[in-house]
C-alpha cells in the first residue's frame, strides 16, 4: 500500500480551486474550507463535496441535505483560512462575510467567483472521507477577480482570465503575446 505521506506529497502538486461549503437547516449553520470539489456532470448539472468524516460539518450536511459550493476569488484568501479554523465558533465564521440565499436555503457567499447551491442526492463513505453527490438547483456567478488555488500546500492567486482560444486563434490573456 502507498504510503499517505507520499500521496499526500504527490496531492501538493495538484492545484485546486478554494471553496467554502456552507448549509443551513434543521442542523443549523456549518461551514468549511475545502479544496475537493469537482464536477461531475452538466446534466444533470451534478457535483461532488469530499469532507473529512471526522469534521463537525459532516453531520450537520447530511442532516440539512443541502450545501452551497462558494467558489472564492483571491480577495478571499482571509475568509478562507477563517472557516478552516476548527476551532471557530459558526457564528463567528458566518459573521466575517456577508451571505445570501438561492434555492435551498444555503448561504451563499456574496463576492464569491461562483456559488453553486445544491441538494445533497447520495452519500458514499470513501476512507477517512464522505462524497457527497449533489444536485445543483441555482447558481450565481460574479464576473471578475482573480480565482484562488491550494497548491504546494498554500494559497496562490490564479490571475486574469483568457479569452477562449478556436481552431484558428490561440487563447488571449493580458500581458501575454502570441508568438
Keep these: 500500500m502507498l504510503d499517505k505521506h507520499i500521496f499526500r506529497d504527490a496531492m501538493a502538486g495538484?492545484?485546486?480551486?478554494?471553496?467554502?461549503?456552507?448549509s443551513d437547516g434543521v442542523a443549523g449553520l456549518a461551514g468549511c474550507t475545502?479544496?475537493?470539489?469537482?464536477?461531475?456532470?452538466?446534466?444533470p448539472p451534478t457535483l461532488l463535496v469530499?469532507?473529512?468524516?471526522?469534521s463537525r460539518n459532516n453531520a450537520a450536511f447530511r442532516a440539512n441535505g443541502a450545501l452551497c459550493v462558494n467558489?472564492?476569488?483571491?480577495?478571499?484568501?482571509?475568509?478562507?483560512?477563517?472557516?478552516?479554523t476548527g476551532s471557530l465558533p459558526m457564528t463567528e465564521r458566518f459573521a466575517a462575510a456577508q451571505w445570501n440565499t438561492?434555492?435551498?436555503?444555503?448561504?451563499?457567499?456574496?463576492?464569491?467567483?461562483?456559488?453553486?447551491?445544491?441538494?445533497?442526492e447520495?452519500?458514499?463513505?470513501?476512507?477517512?472521507?464522505?462524497?457527497?453527490?449533489?444536485?445543483?438547483?441555482?447558481?450565481?456567478t460574479h464576473v471578475g477577480g482573480d480565482a484562488l488555488i491550494y497548491y504546494?500546500?498554500?494559497?496562490?492567486?490564479?490571475?486574469?482570465?483568457?479569452?477562449?482560444?478556436?481552431?484558428?486563434?490561440p487563447a488571449q490573456c493580458p500581458g501575454t503575446h502570441a508568438q
Design 122 to 140: 447520495s452519500v458514499t463513505e470513501v476512507g477517512t472521507h464522505t462524497v457527497f453527490f449533489c444536485a445543483v438547483k441555482a447558481a450565481h
Design 50 to 54: 469530499c469532507i473529512n468524516r471526522g
Design 34 to 43: 475545502a479544496s475537493a470539489v469537482c464536477g461531475v456532470t452538466d446534466e
Design 14 to 22: 495538484l492545484g485546486a480551486a478554494v471553496n467554502i461549503i456552507s
Design 152 to 169: 504546494g500546500r498554500s494559497y496562490h492567486r490564479v490571475g486574469t482570465r483568457c479569452a477562449p482560444a478556436t481552431l484558428a486563434q
Design 71 to 84: 467558489v472564492l476569488s483571491a480577495d478571499q484568501q482571509a475568509l478562507a483560512a477563517h472557516f478552516a
Design 102 to 120: 438561492l434555492a435551498t436555503g444555503a448561504p451563499v457567499l456574496l463576492g464569491a467567483l461562483a456559488s453553486l447551491d445544491c441538494e445533497i
